[in-house]
């Protein structure tokens, strides 16, 4: 029986805009639009080019869902992202105060 393994990678890895646009499964134009409005945070090298890890690929894919599920506007979109991140961060503090 062959046992189809998934490809994980290592997580600090670095994705072109290109890359990141397919994975995100949005245009690079949004995401630089995204950017631009402070939504993603991309890595800047030395000579301007925007590199995105799994975690800003994760942020795009919700902005995308965010934008085509709900037709959220940006500055929508990044209160619903900081109150999602703000629910996040109380979720683990809870778990600690559990232990």
Same mark, same amino acid.
């Given at each position: 029986?062959?046992?189809?393994?998934?490809?994980?990678?290592?997580?600090?890895?670095?994705?072109?805009?290109?890359?990141?646009?397919?994975?995100?499964? @949005? =245009?690079?134009?949004?995401? %630089?639009?995204?950017? #631009?409005?402070? &939504?993603?945070?991309?890595?800047?090298? /030395?000579?301007?080019?925007?590199?995105?890890?799994?975690?800003?690929?994760?942020?795009?894919?919700?902005?995308?869902?965010?934008? @085509? =599920?709900?037709?959220?506007? %940006?500055?929508?979109? #990044?209160?619903? &992202?900081?109150?999602?991140?703000?629910? /996040?961060?109380?979720?683990?503090?809870?778990?600690?105060?559990?232990?």
């Amino acid at each position: 029986m062959n046992i189809i393994q998934l490809f994980v990678p290592s997580p600090d890895t670095l994705y072109t805009l290109d890359a990141t646009a397919r994975l995100a499964e @949005a =245009s690079r134009h949004a995401i %630089l639009v995204y950017v #631009k409005h402070g &939504l993603a945070a991309p890595y800047i090298d /030395e000579a301007g080019a925007y590199y995105f890890d799994d975690n800003a690929i994760r942020v795009l894919r919700r902005i995308q869902r965010l934008h @085509a =599920s709900y037709g959220l506007d %940006l500055p929508a979109i #990044k209160m619903v &992202l900081e109150l999602m991140n703000e629910i /996040e961060r109380l979720q683990a503090e809870v778990r600690i105060l559990r232990r």
